[in-house]
């Protein structure tokens, strides 16, 4: 007898798993136009705003209600041509629900903390950086 059980071969049960199946692929889909894009897009168009040229702004405010960001707008240019700084533009943009108070159209990070640093002395409030 037990030389015929040496000859049988014992399957043993606590061997690895066999080798998981590849999930299967599932098709993901296409990732939503970022703001950044649209710009670009917008830049290369005839009809593009003067303000697509610069790539960062300097945010004042942020607002639920629209009617609310445009008189801080109106406020703030008010306040920026008093001080003396004529030809920044000072505009409302509609961004995740939310309208945006923001400063000025620069090409890069260092010109907006410049602005950024005289519009908190001439606000005397916080500011933040704007990317588009």
Do not use: C, Y
């Not at 599932?26 to 593009?48: I, K, L, N, Q, T």
């Amino acid at each position: 007898m037990s030389a015929a059980r040496a000859s049988t071969p014992v399957k043993d049960h606590r061997a690895a798993p066999d080798a998981p199946t590849p999930a299967a692929s599932v098709p993901r889909p296409a990732p939503a136009v970022a703001p950044r894009a649209a710009v670009e897009s917008a830049a290369a168009s005839d009809v593009a705003p003067a303000w697509i040229a610069g790539r960062w702004s300097v945010q004042v405010g942020v607002f639920a209600v629209a009617r609310n960001a445009e008189a801080a707008r109106s406020r703030t240019a008010e306040r920026l041509a008093d001080a003396g700084i004529a030809g920044t533009s000072v505009r409302t943009v509609e961004r995740d629900g939310r309208t945006h108070v923001v400063v000025g159209a620069l090409p890069d990070r260092a010109g907006a903390q410049q602005l950024a640093a005289r519009l908190r002395t001439v606000l005397q409030q916080d500011v933040v950086l704007f990317r588009w």
